[in-house]
């Protein structure tokens, strides 16, 4: 049953739901090939898109499953993976090189080939910083030559951009890229569309983010799917004290047994670490409390499976 409990006007784009309704359907794939002609700004112009199978299995059995948020390819055969991550994983960068693995062997004909391969981009909208010494939200990451800081293969492109850092309030709106961010970070906050987001795919997504609109069955998900989101941002908020905390306090202790300042710096960045792993363990021990699966939960927190089984 659902709960009937909703008082936004518009879905909230970190939920899984909202994300894959608005940017993963073909109804709505307009929203897509906008958002992606914003993002490259000139470099590429996509003028349609097709979506492709989400879920990929090795070539063995015993190979590693990869789902994707939204996977697909243009009308020039460029394959685009975009993810929507909510929260920070121990090898998040790891998990980006794996999966843009998927869109280069799928490429691979049969009988004779030359190893002509063409443009794979893999973005990353997330809830989180992996840059944090940095100002800029946007970056673009390439294979380069270290010693003359040239692009030394153009086809493979990382994008990442870094939510938090995205401030701009709506009259400071320049860009398509700027409205488009603009309404991923504020969507579930608007009671109505802003002034600024005229154009006309702004109509589309404002019309098809309207949870009013939804049906009984969709208006379920999304409900199932927000909880989860909340959830899930509650333990990660709940975990991140209580580690930093007890990190602080460990690293205190020790500095102050060492009895020189020295001892004390050496201490508190032990207990940090420490404190980092009594973080990642509260995590894994609250989302194994929600059932969810041991591999999901060692991809969320670093943590061996073995560990996690015993928790």
């Known amino acids: 049953m659902c709960s009937e409990g909703i008082i936004e006007r518009y879905v909230n784009f970190y939920?899984?739901?909202?994300?894959?309704?608005?940017?993963?359907?073909?109804?709505?794939?307009?929203?897509?090939?906008?958002f992606l002609n914003a993002l490259l700004s000139g470099k590429e112009v996509i003028e349609d898109i097709t979506y492709l199978?989400?879920?990929?299995?090795?070539s063995q059995e015993y190979d590693r499953r990869a789902v994707f948020d939204v996977y697909c390819k243009n009308e020039k055969g460029e394959y685009f993976l975009v993810e929507m991550q909510k929260g920070e994983q121990q090898f998040f960068k790891d998990r980006s090189i794996f999966y843009s693995t998927f869109a280069i062997r799928e490429q691979v004909p049969r009988g004779v080939w030359d190893y002509e391969l063409k443009g794979i981009y893999t973005i990353g909208i997330l809830n989180f910083c992996i840059f944090p010494d940095e100002y800029d939200f946007y970056h673009e990451v390439k294979l380069v030559e270290l010693a003359t800081k040239e692009v030394f293969y153009d086809k493979l492109t990382f994008i990442y951009l870094e939510m938090p850092k995205f401030t701009k309030a709506e009259t400071e709106l320049e860009t398509l890229f700027d409205k488009w961010l603009y309404a991923i970070r504020n969507l579930a906050s608007l009671m109505n569309r802003p002034p600024a987001l005229q154009e006309k795919v702004f109509t589309h997504l404002f019309e098809a983010a309207e949870i009013a609109k939804f049906d009984r069955k969709e208006r379920c998900e999304y409900e199932e799917s927000l909880k989860n989101y909340r959830d899930w941002f509650s333990v990660m908020k709940t975990a991140e004290t209580k580690g930093?905390?007890?990190?602080?306090?460990?690293?205190?202790?020790?500095?102050r047994a060492e009895g020189m300042e020295i001892g004390f710096a050496q201490g508190e960045a032990s207990g940090v670490e420490k404190g980092e792993r009594q973080k990642a363990i509260a995590v894994a021990r609250a989302l194994k409390q929600q059932h969810i699966a041991v591999s999901v939960i060692a991809q969320s927190t670093g943590l061996p499976e073995e560990e996690i089984e015993c928790l």
């Open 15 to 34: 939920t899984d739901f909202a994300f894959k309704k608005l940017f993963g359907t073909e109804i709505n794939k307009d929203l897509l090939v906008s």
């Open 53 to 58: 199978n989400t879920e990929h299995l090795g």
């Open 244 to 255: 930093h905390a007890k990190g602080l306090a460990e690293g205190r202790a020790e500095g």
